[in-house]
């Protein structure tokens, strides 16, 4: 074997193990969400725990990615193509870091939302937009794996869906605090989650874009889908 192919032989074994690396850091990503909706649809405050102490090994598989990702680059001196690769695996770890931070904001909302009034119809509704973002978070790390553009782009297109669930969600707690003022501080924090799990949604659909980049070289063209929003100075509970 020549020089060449050795090196890029060894390049592609370095990159396959950073890649699995990802799709396993996804996988705790995606049990996160599921926890956290289902630490607050039940108020469980021991699951909701339970997400936040998971959070730091989410945290260390992003920082050991990008110490894998760095070091490869330092000692594969990959192509354009094959850089464009590694770059890819930095951006979308770090895209499911953040989706775990939003996950442990919600699980750190079960204990004091559980002594909060309940507010009718918001735990189902918050568990159909989780679904939702889970199921895009889910299509886009299937995507990445299989270089599929067009379930990326699949994806980035269904980020619409979840702005709109937000945006139904923001009027019904408005309604919620406007008919009765006991409501306000647990429609704060519901506001919060809900506008924390559109954001999880943004992260999706950048990983799918990232995927879009891989496949084809280019980032889409046409500006992202997007609901008109609520207005910005809309009351949200600070992340804490």
Partial sequence: M???????????????????QVVKM??????AITDAATALETRDEELAEQVRRRDKAIDAMETQINEDAARLIALRAP?????????????????????????????KRTAVLSQLPYIDGSGLA????????????????????????DLAGDVRMRDLEVDQMYNALFREFLTHMMEDPRNITAC????FLAKNT???GDHATSI???????????????????????PSDAPVVGEG
């Fill in 198 to 200: 559109e954001r999880m």
């Fill in 208 to 230: 799918a874009e990232q995927v879009i980049y891989l496949v084809t070289g280019d980032l889409p063209d046409e500006a992202r889908p997007k609901a008109n929003s609520v």
């Fill in 26 to 31: 996804g996988g705790m990503v995606e049990a």
């Fill in 188 to 191: 704060m924090h519901l506001h």
């Fill in 2 to 20: 020549n020089r060449d192919k050795h090196i890029s032989s060894a390049f592609d074994r370095d990159l396959e193990t950073i890649q699995a």
């Fill in 126 to 149: 918050l568990r159909r937009m989780n679904l939702a973002v889970n199921k895009m978070l889910q299509d886009a790390l299937d995507s990445y794996i299989r270089r599929d553009a």
């Fill in 79 to 107: 192509t354009a193509t094959d850089l464009r690769m590694v770059l890819a695996v930095i951006k979308i770890s770090a895209s499911l870091e953040r989706v775990g931070d939003y996950a442990k904001n919600m699980a």
